[in-house]
């Protein structure tokens, strides 16, 4: 299938698909006689592999690090598992800073509930922050 339909498929762009086969991401595509890439349902389980670990945070240098890992004929379960168990751990700390600073935006809404501009101190920037 050509670039445009395997885009589709993937649920990605063809801009995406030529960057993740430059990237090393997929393998290279064979080309029909008038120089059409032409992907198959392995590039697209590929693409899928790629979407799916994009979407659980993995940065594209783990990305690459699980398929190599997989082509050396090794199960990749163990190396996915720990990087899993990192990005948890970095979303939880993500999640815990956005609460800190949920509660300093509720603290300053408190702060000026009811303050009319023209009780603002001049010269200062902004003293309910």
Known sequence: MRIREAAAAAGMTAKAL???????LLPPTRRSANGYRD???????????????????????????????????????????ELLARRLSEVEA???????????IL?????????????CRLGEICSYL
Do not use: N, T
């Open 39 to 81: 992907f198959d349902e392995g590039a697209l389980r590929r693409l899928d592999f790629i979407r799916r670990s994009r979407e659980a945070g993995l940065s594209l240098e783990q990305v690459k690090d699980i398929i190599d890992v997989s082509e050396s004929g090794d199960a990749p379960c163990a190396h996915v598992s």
């Open 107 to 119: 603290a300053g809404q408190e702060r000026m509930a009811g303050v009319r501009p023209e009780q």
């Open 18 to 24: 030529r960057f993740y086969e430059g990237r090393g």
């Open 94 to 104: 993500q999640l815990a800073h956005l609460a800190e600073v949920r509660a300093s």
